[in-house]
């Protein structure tokens, strides 16, 4: 006996909100203790990965030793650190129910394994939760977004080294023991599917190895992510049963090019190289299908006695997402300007699709897709985590922004969501990214803005950091007071 009734909408403890990381907001990078991170140490220059997959030790180190605050636009982000207030009573103005934000692990541990924390990283953090708890906005707390402390890059090559999962440890119980009764949602590690494109997320040199040594190291390092993860997962729950910890990926729903049998295989396969990491992070164990890639590709990967059953027993509770584009797969080979490299996605256009100014293909049905296929092979609850449009914007002489362009990708996204819920999926909230202007993380500049409020602030950091609602801060807080209600009508 089938039910007939369904969701017609979305739940009403739906946590509508937005998502930003330290890296890309804070700023205040050498003040109250605070160490480097691999992210600071990114030059600006809105070129897509010039840098953060291309550093040299060589190169770290100089920018370690570099003072200067302008030629690395993460050094200053949007000020958080000193607008938080300002920047959470926005939040809170649009109704905000969550808002995800990450930790420094470089603001509280400087070098990564310092023995003892800095207090006043963990105060700075302190005071950022206790206005979230003002407003009510439940924190969503993502412990590594990109910023693996740069003095653990130069020990360790990062989470190349075994070694560096001790001092995550000790990062982890530190921030945990603090805050696991006041934050019920935790993510573990940012984007973890983009560990095999670089630095930015494993803050690993591999800049002198060859193709294959560098895919060896990567999945190296990812499989101590892994660990790391399990292991702040059991910190978790045995600090607070309650609390929730999360995986989080970069999710490019990927298409084949076209029936052809051939370009349908690839996609699997090529899927499978993603669907592999909420599949060990969720599942508990590295699929089967991975043991064939690793062979053909020679990696061997060292696991130590225990890792296979700790990964089994903390798997995450729940499974969260970005979601900005889609990707397709095409068996035959075709010209170089028919292929697209934005973000993670590494494949070939999409002629049914049309693209953002930076070319990330803008797909919102995408999104249900992904939805669907998500909730089908894992069955815990779904968390979009990230989703929004990097634009430029005019600001007029009166000081508005007309971004109608942002408020239609949004829409559009949340209509499919909406679609996806009444399919059936369990759908924890919808974060945009991000509520706040702030430094794109893979171009390093301002100019490619994504708030729904307006930073004053170019990319050579010259700017009076003045907030300034967007035409799209009104419409969230619309969105947010009717609960998503009129969103069809809207198109
Ligand atoms: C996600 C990252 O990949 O995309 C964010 O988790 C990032 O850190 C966001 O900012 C948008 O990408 P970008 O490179 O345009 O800032």
């Known amino acids: 006996m089938y039910a ?3 969701p017609r909408t979305f739940p009403a403890n739906f946590m ?3 998502a930003s990381a330290a890296s890309q907001i804070e700023g205040a990078w050498n003040i109250e203790g605070k160490g480097l991170s691999g992210a600071e140490c990114i030059v600006g220059g809105g070129q897509h990965n010039a840098t953060q997959d291309n550093v040299t030790l060589k190169e770290l180190k100089a920018a370690m030793a570099d003072q200067a605050t302008n030629r690395y636009p993460k050094r200053h982000g949007n000020d958080f ?4 207030r300002t920047d959470i009573k926005l939040m809170a103005e649009m109704g905000f129910k969550a808002y995800r934000l990450s930790i420094a692990w470089s603001r509280i541990f400087p070098h990564g394994d310092d023995q003892v924390p800095n207090e006043q990283g963990l105060r700075f953090y302190d005071r950022v939760l206790a206005e979230l708890r003002h407003y009510g906005i439940e924190p969503v707390v ?3 977004h990109y910023d693996t402390p740069a003095a ?3 020990k360790y090559n990062g989470w190349a080294d075994r070694r560096i999962v001790a001092a995550a440890k000790r990062y982890t119980q530190t921030v945990l023991s603090r805050y696991a009764d006041q934050v019920k949602y935790w993510l573990t590690f940012n984007e973890i599917n983009t560990g095999t494109t670089g630095f930015h997320a494993t803050g690993a040199i591999d800049k002198d190895l060859t193709p294959a040594e560098q895919l060896q190291l990567r999945y190296q390092a990812l499989h101590h992510q892994f660990v790391a993860g399990a292991i702040a997962t059991k910190q978790l729950r045995e600090l ?4 929730k910890m999360g995986c989080m990926v970069g999710r490019d729903q990927t298409y084949p090019a076209s029936p052809n049998p051939a370009d349908v295989l690839l996609a699997q396969k090529e899927d499978q190289l993603n669907l592999f990491y909420p599949d060990v992070q969720v599942r508990g164990e590295y699929p089967e299908y991975m043991n064939r890639y690793f062979a053909d590709h020679h990696i061997h990967i060292k696991m130590a006695a225990g890792d296979q059953e700790l990964l089994k027993k903390y798997h995450a509770d729940y499974l969260s997402f970005s979601y900005y584009t889609s990707r397709v797969s095409n068996s035959r080979p075709l010209a170089s300007d028919q292929k697209i490299t934005v973000n993670m996605a ?6 049914y699709l049309t693209g953002t100014p930076w070319g990330w293909l803008i797909d919102p049905r995408g999104l249900r897709v992904t939805l669907n296929e998500f909730w089908d092979r894992y069955r815990v609850p779904l968390f979009i985590v990230e989703n929004g ?3 430029v914007d005019q600001l007029t002489t009166n000081g508005q922004v007309h971004d109608d362009y942002r408020i239609a990708y949004l829409r559009d996204h949340l209509v499919q969501a909406k679609e996806a819920i009444k399919d059936g999926v369990d759908l924890l909230g919808y974060l945009m990214w991000s509520p706040i202007d702030l430094v794109s993380f893979s171009t390093s500049e301002m100019t490619k803005r994504y708030g729904l409020v307006y930073v004053d602030l170019d990319d050579k950091g010259q700017g009076s950091y003045r907030r300034i609602r967007k035409d799209s801060f009104y419409w969230y807080q619309n969105v947010i007071q009717t609960n998503g209600e009129k969103l069809e009508e809207e198109q």
């Open 4 to 6: 007939t009734d369904y």
């Open 16 to 18: 509508w909100g937005g």
């Open 81 to 84: 650190y000193h607008h938080y």
């Open 142 to 144: 993502t412990l590594f």
């Open 152 to 154: 653990l890059t130069v």
């Open 240 to 243: 607070n049963p309650q609390a």
């Open 346 to 351: 590494r494949g070939f256009n999409n002629p």
């Open 389 to 391: 449009l990097g634009a």
